[in-house]
């Protein structure tokens, strides 16, 4: 058979397209492709839930592929330990209740769990707005090619409806801070020093609906709640993933 170079290229454009029309309207948007977000993007689409994980980069894994200080291992406590081993990704204990694992294997594994429940991903896209309307509840996503933010051309985006959203953008709550930025009732408190203790200890109790139809998973609840940062220890984030499926699921009544 001899390959032909636009059959190739109408399989990519038929189905990407076919896949995105598809997706402009979902149960639930994950915005923000790192260790929570994809664990939340997972555990909902395990249930059956339509669920859109939007990443700006190239490549999903947000800060966990850098592990401490480009050492790419990072720590779990016992309290997440579970969630490794549901995820398939190996460990050893280092000292008492502290879990080593490879940062790569721990965004593979994440990824083809949710890659194996469901999720479709959209990378290379960047969340710029949410859709508002008169009822008060974020109902959708403004979206534009991360290209397009980067070069800073004038290109108008195009818009998905979700029934929720999940900001997992990290340190930064980008979906957060724009409901704020334009008159949204959204205090941001804003993170604070390292203290890895307190900042796992709170983190699931900081991952919640902050506001109608938005969820905060990850670094973004902590910077929303003003509580402290952690470091390259991430069961904070996994289960802090798992807390937002749980709320998103509770509120599809799944
Ligand atoms: O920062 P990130 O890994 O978020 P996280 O799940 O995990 C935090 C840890 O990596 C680490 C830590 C743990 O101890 O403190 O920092 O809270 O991943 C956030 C992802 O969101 C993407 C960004 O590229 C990154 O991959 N992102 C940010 N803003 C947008 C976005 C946006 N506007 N649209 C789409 N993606």
Redesign the pocket.
């Known amino acids: 058979m001899e390959l032909d170079e636009v059959t190739i290229s109408r399989a990519i454009v038929a189905e990407q397209s076919r896949i995105l029309l598809e997706y402009l309207d979902v149960d639930v948007a994950v915005?923000?492709?790192?260790?929570?977000?994809?664990t939340c993007a997972a555990l909902c689409a395990e249930k059956g839930v339509k669920t859109a994980l939007?990443?700006?980069?190239l490549s999903?894994?947000?800060?966990?592929w850098g592990g401490g200080m480009m050492f790419p291992r990072i720590v779990v406590q016992e309290e997440a330990r579970r969630l490794l081993d549901r995820f398939g990704i190996a460990s050893s204990e280092y000292a008492p209740g502290y879990y080593l694992a490879s940062s790569v294997e721990s965004v593979a594994k994440l990824t083809a769990a949710a890659c194996n429940a469901g999720v479709e991903f959209f990378t290379l896209?960047?969340?710029?707005d949410v859709v508002m309307k008169g009822d008060g509840r974020v109902g959708g996503l403004v979206?534009n090619w991360?290209p397009v933010e980067m070069t800073g051309m004038h290109v108008d985006p195009l818009t998905l409806a979700c029934r929720y959203t999940v900001d997992?953008?990290?340190?930064?709550a980008?979906?957060a801070h724009m409901i704020a930025h334009k008159g949204g009732d959204l205090p941001i408190r804003g993170e604070r020093f390292m203290w890895a203790d307190r900042?796992e200890a709170q983190i699931v109790g900081h991952t919640a609906e902050v506001f109608p139809g938005l969820v905060v998973?990850?670094?973004?609840?902590n910077a929303v709640a003003g509580e402290y940062?952690?470091?390259?220890?991430?069961g904070?984030?996994l289960l802090?993933?798992e807390q937002a499926a749980r709320v998103v699921l509770d509120g599809l009544g799944r």
Do not use: N, Q, W, Y
């Open positions: 915005v923000g492709g790192g260790p929570s977000g994809l939007i990443e700006r980069k999903v894994g947000g800060g966990m896209v960047s969340v710029e979206i991360t997992a953008t990290g340190h930064d980008m979906i900042a998973t990850g670094m973004a609840a940062r952690m470091g390259p220890i991430f904070g984030m802090s993933g």
